[in-house]
């Protein structure tokens, strides 16, 4: 039987987009500032919607993930902290209130320095993608590179984003890791899900969202 490997993937949000002050953003690509950070990445506990970071880190528990790829590069903090890590850091600083907000976190580590020490043994960061391609494109390089993730092995990557972002993230996933692009694959034996947190992104829903199959 193969070696068995499950890697989460926490796509970010620019911090320019409400969540920090003084936030910068590197992405030459122009999109309007929603003012939702906290909405998205975050959640909205009054109606137990998580956001991406609380379901990443319910889904890499639960399915007992080996690594955690926490993106992007494309907005750094005041302080010069890259997106990817700054996430992170705010996980750790979260997970008080996550126990308290939502329900589902409750009796899954024994204590925060049990959470803590979990979260830095499997976060890996991508500080380089501007785009949600090129999140995916450092995901699968570290993946492979990085972990030395062997073509033999059983892969599965699951990865996290707003509900209305998930088309396209599971468009990029596939292309990217060559399912469905009938290129050979690096890894035969792979299984990619998107898993849509409960909030959406740019002030929309995921009703909103076009899907066009075939194309143009």
Not at 26 to 33: D, F, G, M, S
Not at 43 to 58: F, I, Q
């Amino acid at each position: 039987m193969a070696e068995e490997f499950t890697v989460v993937h926490v796509n970010g949000y620019g911090l320019h987009h409400g969540g920090v002050k003084g936030s910068v953003k590197l992405a030459e690509k122009r999109v309007p500032n929603f003012r939702d950070w906290m909405h998205v990445m975050y959640g909205e506990p009054r109606n137990d919607s998580m956001g991406r970071v609380p379901k990443a880190l319910l889904c890499a528990r639960r399915e007992e993930a080996d690594a955690i790829v926490w993106s992007t590069g494309s907005s750094r903090s005041r302080e010069g902290t890259i997106e990817s890590e700054y996430l992170f850091n705010k996980a750790i600083e979260w997970y008080p209130r996550m126990l308290s907000d939502f329900p589902s976190f409750r009796g899954l580590w024994a204590s925060d320095k049990r959470f803590d020490a979990w979260m830095g043994a499997r976060s890996s960061f991508d500080r380089k993608s501007m785009t949600t391609f090129e999140s995916i494109e450092v995901l699968e390089t570290i993946v492979r590179e990085e972990m030395n993730v062997l073509p033999a092995t059983s892969l599965k990557v699951i990865s996290i984003t707003s509900a209305n972002h998930a088309p396209r993230v599971q468009r990029d996933l596939a292309d990217r890791f060559d399912v469905g692009t009938g290129a050979p694959r690096y890894w035969s034996d792979i299984t990619l899900h998107v898993v849509p947190a409960e909030t959406n992104y740019g002030n929309k829903w995921v009703r909103d969202v076009v899907v066009q199959d075939l194309g143009k």
